[in-house]
């Protein structure tokens, strides 16, 4: 059975920093890109950050860029994202995803359900 199990959500105020954390199993890890959407109420669901499969460079949504880091451990089949200097916009559901074939919405395999993050001013 695939699972997608995404932990470390909560509330923090503004400039405040959270990590996710999403745990694996049922795939194998390394065959596939594997990172985090999110979605806000009344928004479009948005890629925040990915792995990129084979040579794992990490990618980032301009929006998050030079805020937030992806990381992974191989060994425990995990990805992290460190969320650093949050901001109100920041507040969505976060999802982790892998996709076998890319990391658009279109290509992605499996889901996590998903974890609140919510930022206060």
């Known amino acids: 059975e695939v699972q997608l199990v995404e932990s470390g959500g909560g509330l923090v105020q503004a400039g405040g920093s959270l990590t996710l954390s999403c745990a694996a199993s049922?795939?194998?890890?390394?065959?596939?890109?594997i990172g985090w959407f999110r979605q806000a109420p009344g928004k479009e669901r948005e890629g925040v950050s990915y792995m990129r499969r084979g040579d794992g460079r990490p990618l980032y949504a301009d929006s998050v860029k030079g805020r937030f880091t992806i990381s992974s451990d191989h060994a425990k089949n995990t990805v992290y994202l460190q969320m650093n200097s949050l901001k109100p916009e920041d507040t969505a559901v976060y999802h982790c995803a892998a996709g076998f074939d890319g990391f658009g919405s279109p290509y992605i395999d499996y889901w996590g359900q998903g974890t609140q993050v919510t930022v206060s001013s």
């Open positions: 049922g795939f194998t890890f390394d065959d596939y890109d």
